[in-house]
């Protein structure tokens, strides 16, 4: 098993900026790719950036691109989120996840393929 906790979430005005953390520990040796999901009250939950630990190759959503950056550090065993120039819209309760699956670039950021999820940390971003 592996447990993931997040923490770094806050409120912020538009245009700041905060950085997620997402340690793991447990048997973490299972996992081979990890990310961050998120969800607004009424909303699906949506794949937000995705790292493959072992090559560091990353996957960004398309509303969040140019501004959010996911980076691991594997000392640590911990994945990070830093979100720049951020927007009422990015306001959600963010999830860590893990899976197992092989690591190819073109793993989807589907929620089916995470095995392991945190219990989330809130962002709010006021205008």
């Known amino acids: 098993q592996v447990q993931l906790v997040e923490s770094g979430g806050g409120s912020v005005q538009a245009g700041g900026s905060l950085r997620l953390s997402c340690a793991a520990s447990?048997?973490?040796?299972?996992?081979?790719?990890m990310g961050w999901f998120r969800q607004a009250p009424g909303k699906e939950r949506e794949g937000v950036a995705r790292?493959?630990?072992?090559?560091?190759?990353?996957y960004y959503a398309d509303s969040v691109k140019g501004r959010f950056t996911i980076s691991r550090d594997l000392a640590k065993n911990t994945v990070y989120l830093q979100m720049s120039t951020l927007k009422p819209e990015d306001s959600a309760m963010y999830y860590c996840?893990?899976?197992?699956?092989?690591?190819?670039?073109?793993?989807?950021?589907?929620?089916?393929?995470?095995?392991?999820w945190g219990q989330g940390t809130q962002v709010t971003v006021s205008s």
């Open positions: 790292i493959l630990i072992r090559s560091g190759s990353t």
């Open positions: 447990g048997y973490t040796a299972s996992t081979s790719y």
């Open positions: 996840a893990a899976g197992r699956r092989p690591a190819v670039p073109s793993l989807a950021m589907d929620r089916a393929n995470f095995d392991y």
